[in-house]
Every structure is written in C-alpha cells, then in structure tokens.
C-alpha cells in the first residue's frame, strides 16, 4: 500500500508562482512512477508531469513545459511540482499518483496506470 498526501496549493496571480508537495508513504518499490495529474471543473483529469523514481526521467505535457518542474527527493520520500509562470487555465485540483511497475503500461499520462492517489490541492490563477 502506498499513502499520498498532497500539499502547497493554494490562490495566486497570472505570472506567479508555487511549488506543490506529496508526501509518500508504504511500499517503495510500489513506486515505480510517480506522477502529478489536474482536474479542472467540468472536464476530466489529464496528466501534468510524472517522474520514474529510479532512473530520474521525467515526463511532461506540452501545455506545461518550460513552465513547470518535477522533481523528488527520496531521502524525505517526497514528490513535488514548482509551478511558474502560472495561467488561469491552470487552475484546477492537482493531484500526486503513484504506479507500480506491475501496472505501468508506458502511457505516463493515462490516469489508469496509476494504483495510488492522494486527495489532491487546489490551484487557482486569478487574471
């Protein structure tokens, strides 16, 4: 089992910036990929950004890179997303998610590869 919670959302204006945190706890090896996903009102979640914590590699959706960064630090078993240059379309809750190797197919970004999520943070961008 693996135990995720979120933490650093919060309300900002266009052009600011936050970092996002996830803290993990269970099983390591249950962490294959680690990844942060949003969801904004009315529309379904989509994939962020996603990290394979053995090997470092990082995924990103074109809508957020140059902007936004995932990185962990597994001494403190903590995931996280620095978010700059935010835009109002950003606004939404973003969630930390966790996969397995036994369930990662190699699609970072489809929601059903991942086993675990935390209960997500609210991002808004004001205008």
């Known amino acids: 089992q693996v135990q995720l919670v979120e933490s650093g959302g919060g309300s900002v204006q266009a052009g600011g910036s936050l970092r996002l945190s996830c803290a993990a706890s269970?099983?390591?090896?249950?962490?294959?990929?680690m990844g942060w996903f949003r969801q904004a009102p009315g529309k379904e979640r989509e994939g962020v950004a996603a990290i394979l914590t053995a090997s470092g590699g990082t995924y990103y959706a074109d809508s957020v890179k140059g902007r936004f960064t995932i990185s962990q630090d597994n001494a403190k078993n903590t995931l996280y997303l620095q978010m700059n240059s935010l835009k109002p379309e950003d606004t939404a809750v973003y969630y930390c998610?966790?996969?397995?190797?036994?369930?990662?197919?190699?699609?970072?970004?489809?929601?059903?590869?991942?086993?675990?999520w935390g209960q997500g943070t609210q991002v808004t961008v004001s205008s």
């Open positions: 269970g099983y390591t090896y249950s962490r294959y990929l």
């Open positions: 998610a966790a996969a397995p190797p036994w369930t990662y197919g190699g699609l970072w970004s489809r929601t059903s590869e991942y086993s675990y």
